[in-house]
């Protein structure tokens, strides 16, 4: 199969197999030069097969031809600006085509370009508000089309084989048979509580509006309402009924995915180990052209072929706004997909348009239904949020009746706490969890209790496996009603499945509140009047939260005020993120960006520009690896013998802390921490060498931690 036809194969499910086959056709035209011909025949030599690709799109299909140009000039380099000058030759430069090999005449006897007059109009519905934004969105997909297609030609070329869209076992595992291991998981459910009766109408509800057309849905539950499979049985059903392709889980926090990817191999029994595909960034893009990190580039650049996807908002969004080939390559497997948004209310505020604008052209032209999946649910629908989104379908069953159904907990807010007073909270209770918004506040109260029985400290400074031995120790001693004292940042809101009598929270965002209301009395075997959520502000300025956090906590206090009543019911929730906004205001919301899209034209799309601008986290994060365990000692020495180290490399990401980048720098330059074979990898994977830095309390650790203040607020 060539790259014209796997292309137009990847385009099929949007409509773009047209303007795809002929993305395919002129990328091989550049290779019609003598140059070229010695260099795949092992000559050494650095031949642009591509510009002449993209003059050849401008000169036949003008506009056309000019959006699949931006992909044909850039399937190796990336998507380059338009006009605006960045680190690769903007497209304009490259049309000029200076200095490029001549073509060899016999293209034009083996390759036939369609006329002009037979292609059709873009394959988009347009918006007027958005159509430079929605012709930039259509030539990334293409562009991802063109460039697995090429991916996987060229694989097929060095090694003699069949190209394929995928060869992978996993591909060949039918939705409907995923949804029938599913069923066989359920049936063992037993709704045996009153909660758990809940959660089953719930589920039973759920999957009863999998007959609606493919588009926008909310499901709004309250935390412990059992989403997590529900949504799987919806999305399995809705995609099995309208012939979608995949479900791509998108979740705000790594440590989520890798518990809800666990959660649905189990659920799909022996076909989840080969359906359930995670993807998320432990370990960064390598950007050397080594041999030896070919495999682990391979790991990052996943095209998307399972049936199931587990992800990160990061991945997801910054994926749908990047540049290179390798994280764009799995754009088109998006397409014709259930997405599931999880915990949609973390979607950062400073790049809420343009993830707004996203979810929008997903459903609206590429046969994605999306679902707002939250116990808060976001304002995002119009006319609440300006320019929001319309046709919203709710899922759930009467939303204010369920809350009202599955209240469990009192919301109290109990004024301020210096740390002494916060101190006797901890300790006057057997049972109770505290979140707090930094690492170093968490790590001075736990160090306070420390003395105390069952005493607990939980922190992103611990590697996943150690979060995870922590919490087993937390629920066996919820479950035995022995004493527990549990001090955490923010992280624990994310989907853990703890039940603790009591929670204090210091002061956050309404949302947040939810979340940590989330961890009390979950399973409803209390009295509500005995299970309850403290609010609390704190006294020492030394953990006062940063300014974004005490706008969310101001936003909740002004609902606080204007609304009698449990403060967690969806009205409540609406009224907190309108306020939020509000203070916002446009320009905080990542309008700007959307503006500049629309500002450039076709003819100047700044690919590359958007994809530096789009970021969600702004302060870089660097892997380290801890040999916590003799899994992560023997993968870490398999390491610098192995042939290939993708599997190693899916093996140490339970093992990883990120860091800030002033952080890993001071350790580096210590000689803490030392890359793995770096002949080999660079600095791709970094170990812990000093063994006195990790603590069995405190995870990764320094006695002075100069550059900790700049990552205060990551939790």
């Known amino acids: 199969m060539t790259v014209r036809q796997l292309a137009a ?25 003598d140059e070229f011909q010695k260099k795949i025949n092992g000559t050494r030599l650095s031949v642009d097969h591509s510009s002449r690709g993209a003059i050849l799109a401008v000169k036949y299909y003008g506009k056309a031809g000019r959006l699949l140009a931006y992909g044909i000039a850039g399937h190796h380099t990336g998507l380059a600006n338009g006009r605006d000058p960045g680190e690769r030759c903007t497209l304009e430069e490259r049309l000029k085509g200076q200095g490029l090999p001549a073509l060899l005449d016999q293209w034009q006897n083996e390759i036939q370009l369609p006329a002009m007059s037979e292609l059709g109009p873009p394959p988009i519905k347009p918006v007027r508000e958005r159509q430079v934004f929605q012709l930039a969105f259509l030539a990334r997909m293409l562009f991802s089309c063109l460039v697995d297609a090429d991916f996987l030609d060229t694989e097929a070329f060095y090694q003699r084989i069949e190209p394929c869209p995928s060869r992978r076992p996993r591909q060949s595992i039918a939705l409907s048979d995923l949804r029938a291991a599913l069923d066989t998981h359920l049936a063992g459910f037993k709704a045996n509580s009153p909660v758990n009766r809940i959660r089953a109408d719930i589920l039973i509800h759920l999957r009863r509006q999998a007959g609606h057309a493919p588009g926008l849905f909310s499901l709004t539950v309250p935390t412990g309402g059992g989403k997590t499979l529900a949504s799987l049985a919806f999305a399995l059903d809705h995609a099995v009924r309208h012939g979608l392709r995949r479900i791509i889980y998108v979740m705000p926090f790594t440590s989520i995915v890798e518990q809800n990817a666990a ?47 587990v992800t990160t908002a990061v991945q997801f969004f910054e994926s749908l706004y990047a540049d290179r080939p390798s994280r764009c390559r799995k754009l088109h497997n998006i397409a014709s997909s259930v997405i599931i948004l999880d915990e949609a209310q973390t979607l950062p505020l400073k790049l809420l348009r343009p993830c707004v604008t996203v979810i929008d052209e997903l459903a609206l032209n590429y046969r994605c239904s999306l679902v707002l999946c939250t116990a808060t649910q976001p304002a995002l629908q119009a006319p609440q949020f300006k320019g929001g989104l319309q046709g919203v379908r709710e899922l759930a069953p009467n939303p204010p009746q369920l809350f009202e159904q599955l209240a469990r907990v009192q919301v109290r807010q109990v004024g301020i706490l210096s740390d002494t007073g916060l101190q006797q909270q901890m300790t006057s209770r057997d049972q109770v969890l505290c ?35 922590v919490l087993a120790e937390v629920r066996q001693r919820l479950r035995e009603g022995l004493p527990c004292r549990l001090v955490a940042t923010s992280l624990i809101e994310a989907g ?37 959520v403290l609010v609390f502000r704190t006294e020492n300025p030394d953990w006062k939260a940063p300014d974004e956090l005490q706008q969310f906590a101001q936003a909740a206090r002004e609902v606080l005020r204007n609304i009698p009543g449990d403060p967690l019911v969806p009205e409540a929730i609406t009224r907190y993120f309108q306020q939020l906004y509000w203070q916002k205001g446009e320009d905080q919301l990542g309008t700007p960006l959307l503006a500049l899209i629309e500002s450039k034209r076709l003819e100047g799309i700044p690919f590359e520009m958007l994809a530096d601008k789009f970021r969600m986290i702004d302060s870089v994060q660097c892997p380290v690896i801890i040999p916590f365990d003799d899994i992560a000692r023997d993968a870490l020495k398999a390491l610098e013998f192995a042939a290939g180290c993708g599997e190693l490399a899916r093996q140490l990401q339970p093992y990883i802390v990120q860091l800030p ?14 890359p793995v074979a770096p002949d080999r990898y660079g600095e791709q994977f970094m170990q812990l060498l000093n063994p006195d830095l990790y603590h069995a309390q405190f995870g990764l650790h320094w006695e002075n931690p100069s550059f900790m203040s700049v990552d205060s607020t990551i939790t």
């Open 9 to 33: 194969q990847k385009a099929a499910c949007f409509g773009g197999e047209q303007l795809a086959a002929i993305a395919g056709l002129l990328h091989d035209i550049g290779k019609y030069t």
């Open 263 to 309: 959660v649905f191999r189990k659920a799909l029994g022996p076909l989840g180990e080969q359906a359930v595909l995670e993807h998320h960034s432990a370990f960064s893009d390598d950007r050397s052209k080594a041999r030896q990190a070919h495999d682990k580039l391979r790991l990052a650049m996943e095209n998307w072929d399972a049936p199931i996807i």
């Open 435 to 469: 979140i707090v918004n930094n690492r170093r506040h968490a790590r001075a109260l736990y160090q306070s209790i420390a003395d105390q029985e069952g005493a607990r400290h939980l922190t992103t400074l611990m590697c996943a496996r150690h979060r995870s031995q």
């Open 496 to 532: 853990v499945d703890v039940d603790f009598p009591t929670v204090l929270r210091a002061e956050a965002g309404l949302d947040s509140i939810a979340q940590a209301a989330g961890r009390c009395n979950r399973e409803g075997k209390r009295a509500l009047e005995a299970s309850e």
């Open 661 to 674: 980048r002033q952080g890993y720098n001071a350790l580096l330059q210590s000689g803490a921490i030392q």
